[in-house]
């Protein structure tokens, strides 16, 4: 890597400090977001992807279940919840649980993902049997789910302490957590954007104690809409401090902001630099994350590809049904099959590494 363009484009310093492998400060990650030179922000993120992960590129055979869209915090970037014109409400039996985990049966599938509305009147015993049912049907499959906003409402009609309730959702069959809910950890877009639901400190607070409970979660960032380059920075920092006390994230997801059908409407999609920045800002703040994730269901199959060059090691997986956000009300079937994912890997000219839940490779099976 030639030091000189970094010279140049007013980037030495920060290059430095990467080539040294030193962290990062606030005022760093402000001046990447800032800098013309995206191309030399992706390769400084690059090499540090190279650093922790190689020329390996991972994906998951998964499937997502969204098994209720009634919430009670009606936040305003939100196009999922049920609303007047918005989608009908619904809330998945056990059987419709069931039902859809079959509909792929013939598929290796190994994780069910599931994150939902903040239901305020669905009682305990509806999580349990919903891990109950899901590992009934799909035995060999880590279940992830549950985002720490979720994980307080839970516990709120568990009637037992978070450390308890977490204890008992593990025996259920709960092997770790999303990272969604977090939206940005700001003050400001807290009081904005989602004010009756969790802030920032109580969801870095119930991650805590998950981690200490042994569940590895994700985290992730919601970007595009009215947060400031500070606050995206701020956000990371406070998520690279947790990590240094607990451990216990797996991998950061940024999240691309769809506007349709949203209180915010009319906010312009965000652009490829944006995105492609966002992954490699991540990447290079976030240096104690093992692992960051370009989730194509948000930004595309193809940006998702593209991020691999610019700091991103995973492009998520298979889906097979997506409802939070999608082009249309009605178009929830969003699918990427193994053959796909992997070679929208190779294309970019990384190694294709199939994984689980936690990164571990694998073993190959048939082509489906």
């Known amino acids: 890597m030639n ?19 030193e962290r990062l400060s606030f005022e760093d990650g402000v001046r990447l977001f800032r800098s013309r030179h995206i191309g030399l922000v992706g390769k400084l993120a690059h090499l540090v992807r190279q650093r922790k992960n190689g020329n390996r590129a991972y ?4 499937q997502h279940i969204n098994f209720t869209n009634v919430c009670s915090k ?18 998945l039996t056990m059987e419709e649980v069931e039902h859809r985990i079959r ?10 993902h599931m994150v939902a509305g903040v239901h305020p009147k669905l009682p305990y015993t509806y999580y349990t049997d919903l891990l109950d049912t899901v590992k009934r049907t799909r035995p060999d499959a880590i279940i992830k789910a549950f985002t720490m906003i979720e994980l307080e409402q839970i516990q709120k009609v568990s009637e037992m302490p978070l450390e308890e309730t ?45 981690h200490g409970q042994g569940l ?19 956000h990371f920092i406070q998520l690279r401090e947790l990590q240094d006390e607990t451990g216990g994230f797996l991998c950061f997801i940024p999240l691309a ?12 999609p965000t652009t490829g630099n944006l995105d492609l920045r966002m992954i490699a800002v991540s990447r ?72 689980d839940s936690f990164y571990n490779p694998v073993r190959e099976l048939a082509l489906v």
Request: glycine share 8%.
């Open 284 to 355: 290079l703040m976030l240096d104690n994350f093992p692992h960051i994730k370009s989730f194509w269901i948000m930004i595309g199959p193809v940006m998702a590809q593209l991020a691999l060059r610019y700091g991103a090691d995973d492009i998520d997986g298979t889906i097979m049904e997506y409802e939070i956000t999608r082009e249309k009300i009605e178009q929830t079937h969003q699918e990427l099959s193994r053959d796909q994912l992997a070679d929208l890997i190779r294309e970019a000219g990384c190694e294709a590494v199939e994984r």
């Open 166 to 210: 977490i204890q008992d959702l593990k025996a259920h069959g709960l092997g770790a957590l999303p990272g969604g809910g977090v939206e940005v950890l700001s003050k400001r877009i807290h009081q904005e954007l989602f004010g009756r639901k969790m802030d920032g400190e109580g969801w870095l607070n119930i991650a805590r104690v998950a």
């Open 74 to 91: 009606r936040c305003r970037f939100c196009s999922f919840y049920a609303k007047k014109d918005g989608p009908e409400a619904y809330t």
């Open 216 to 234: 590895k979660s994700n985290a992730s960032l919601l970007y595009g809409h009215l947060e400031t380059d500070e606050e995206r920075v701020d």
């Open 59 to 62: 994906y998951v055979r998964n």
């Open 257 to 268: 902001f769809h506007a349709e059908r949203t209180e915010l409407e009319g906010i312009p």
């Open 3 to 21: 030091a000189s363009q970094f010279e140049a484009a007013g980037l030495a310093d920060i290059y430095e400090k990467v080539a040294a492998e």
């Open 103 to 112: 509909q792929f049966a013939h598929l290796p599938i190994t994780e069910i």
